[in-house]
């Protein structure tokens, strides 16, 4: 790279800085899904997109490859209108991610999204699902010290205080705070 009295081009000039023309196809498709609008809490650009194509609250923006559906995208954010909205429309409460299989549930758990967990488990999510570490939305919870979160799964799933993830760890082992793990089933410290 040129240096200009010293002082590499990129230092002291943005014109080659990336632009939205840098933007990928896939994130240029992702930008106008309904994964994108449930991701960013956008409710009307959300029910105009499921009323256009109903098939959209399955779409995790991606082709499906990634498995994120609007659902997740809406529950890890807290997004409760989104959530009300795709489960309303259809969308799989317990659809899970590809690569870790994680859950809406487990994402709002872990995010500390009381109303959003309720609004799940209504729809009927499985609150005992297990993601690729073996972890359950009650583990989740616990471990961020989210004592509401954690009192609401274990009063809709008591069984939950008793499963181990991978590591043979309980929600209550992971518990951040006491509440968290008294709620978790377990004895605070």
């Known amino acids: 790279m040129p240096a200009v009295r010293g002082v590499q081009h990129g ?3 943005d014109c080659c800085a990336p632009t939205a023309g840098a933007e990928s196809l896939a994130e240029v498709a992702f930008a106008k899904s309904a994964a994108a609008a449930a991701q960013s809490g956008d409710f009307f650009r959300l029910k105009s997109l499921i009323t256009r194509n109903p098939a959209a609250v399955h779409d995790d923006g991606y082709g499906g490859s990634s498995g994120y559906t609007p659902v997740i995208y809406a529950a890890r954010q807290g997004h409760v209108d989104c959530v009300e909205l795709l489960l309303a429309c259809g969308a799989a409460p317990d659809a899970a991610t590809a690569a870790g299989g994680a859950t809406a ?3 709002a758990a872990y995010m500390g999204h ?3 967990v309720q609004l799940l488990l209504d729809a009927g999510a499985t609150a005992a699902l297990q993601d690729g570490d073996g972890q359950t939305a009650l583990h989740k919870a616990a471990e961020r010290g989210h004592a509401d ?3 609401a799964l274990v ?4 069984q939950l205080a008793g499963v ?3 590591r043979g760890r309980t929600a209550a082992d992971l518990a951040q705070t006491p509440a968290a793990a008294a709620a978790a089933g377990g004895t605070p410290a």
Do not use: G, N, T
């Open 149 to 151: 979160v954690a009192a």
């Open 155 to 158: 009063a809709a799933a008591p």
């Open 114 to 116: 009381l109303r959003v």
């Open 164 to 166: 181990r993830d991978k």
């Open 11 to 13: 230092l002291i000039c």
């Open 105 to 107: 549930l487990q994402r």
